[in-house]
T-cell receptor
Framework: DAGITQSPRYKITETGRQVTLMCHQTWSHSYMFWYRQDLGHGLRLIYYSAAADITDKGEVPDGYVVSRSKTENFPLTLESATRSQTSVYFC???????????FGSGTRLTVV | AQKVTQAQTEISVVEKEDVTLDCVYETRDTTYYLFWYKQPPSGELVFLIRRNSFDEQNEISGRYSWNFQKSTSSFNFTITASQVVDSAVYFCALSNAGNNRKLIWGLGTSLAVNP
């Protein structure tokens, strides 16, 4: 399927568990981003990547790890989930030169 | 520092009313881009428009129009003859022309259009 796909759509995990959110895009966009969306905070950037093997921290990187071994994939890992990481997570991609983001459908993560 | 302010947290209108969503931005860059995104109740974020800092012409797309004024650092969004399907959260965003292409987001305005 063409586009940007996030999985899973919903996830419930326990405190302390490791969980990985997947993001896959089919456009070969160079830029990819992970955001979390919480009431009152809008969209906050966790990590972003300008190309394969190039990643950088955003506003709220603590507790998260990313990798980008292939252009099309940008997984986000919560190494030891905490209740404060309960949120909706959005992945986005952007082609070089456009600045226009295309978003995935989001992953609603609940940490209990 | 770059910043985007959407002062209206929530707006409620009756169908067919016109409504304007305000967006004020701050940047020291001379070249930058401004965006509007829509997030309907289903949750996905949808791109609406991008405007670069050198183009101050107003944009109209159907019932949607955008007014960019550098003098007041504003990029306001107007919906004419609003419809229930326009109910959503609308985000304004700003990016510089650098390589990282990171967007600076406003906190969003929640628009409720009531029948």
């Amino acid at each position: 399927d063409a586009g940007i796909t996030q999985s899973p759509r919903y996830k419930i995990t326990e405190t302390g568990r490791q969980v990985t959110l997947m993001c896959h895009q089919t456009w070969s966009h160079s830029y990819m981003f992970w955001y979390r969306q919480d009431l009152g905070h809008g969209l906050r950037l966790i990590y972003y990547s300008a190309a394969a093997d190039i990643t950088d921290k955003g506003e709220v990187p603590d507790g998260y790890v990313v990798s980008r071994s292939k252009t099309e994939n940008f997984p986000l890992t919560l190494e030891s989930a905490t209740r404060s990481q309960t949120s909706v997570y959005f992945c986005a991609s952007s082609g070089a030169g456009t600045g226009i983001y295309t978003f995935g459908s989001g992953t609603r993560l609940t940490v209990v | 520092a770059q910043k985007v302010t959407q002062a209206q947290t929530e707006i409620s209108v009756v169908e067919k009313e016109d409504v304007t969503l305000d967006c004020v931005y701050e940047t020291r860059d001379t070249t930058y881009y401004l965006f509007w995104y829509k997030q309907p109740p289903s949750g996905e974020l949808v791109f609406l428009i991008r405007r670069n800092s050198f183009d101050e012409q107003n944009e109209i797309s159907g019932r949607y129009s955008w007014n960019f004024q550098k003098s007041t650092s504003s990029f306001n969004f107007t919906i004419t003859a609003s419809q229930v399907v326009d109910s959503a959260v609308y985000f304004c965003a700003l990016s510089n022309a650098g390589n990282n292409r990171k967007l600076i987001w406003g906190l969003g305005t929640s628009l409720a259009v009531n029948p």
